[in-house]
């Protein structure tokens, strides 16, 4: 049987850690049942500190504006739900290369939200 280790401490970065991913995970299930009012400030919160403490080319800062974008989308805001997609494009092209997953799922959403409905 593996030892079990206990920290009785306070780790900062942890606690940093698991706002962040909680905030975002908040930010993604309020979009998803329509709470837009409160999904889209979380959303911007979240790629702010992304960006700030991250880096604006982190996969995590690229997935924050993504979501975002998708927010922006449900909420009316195409044009700047178009501008956060077109970017977060470049971003995985330029990070990930064009054939990347991530990437080729970014292109085709660009696409979808870019075309007349």
Do not use: K, W
Not at 17 to 34: E, K, L, M, P, Q
């Amino acid at each position: 049987m593996s030892p079990v280790i206990i920290f009785d401490g306070d780790c900062l970065f942890c606690q940093r850690s698991v706002r962040f991913i909680h905030r975002h995970d908040r930010a993604n299930a309020y979009r998803f049942a329509g709470r837009l009012g409160e999904a889209i400030p979380l959303h911007e919160r979240t790629l702010a500190d992304s960006e700030r403490v991250l880096g604006a080319d982190h996969p995590y800062t690229v997935a924050s504006r993504n979501n975002l974008a998708y927010a922006y989308q449900a909420a009316g805001r195409h044009t700047e739900a178009v501008a956060l997609l077109e970017r977060t494009l470049a971003d995985r092209e330029r990070i990930l290369g064009a054939e990347h997953p991530q990437t080729q799922i970014s292109s085709s959403s660009l696409a979808l939200m870019s075309s007349p409905v």
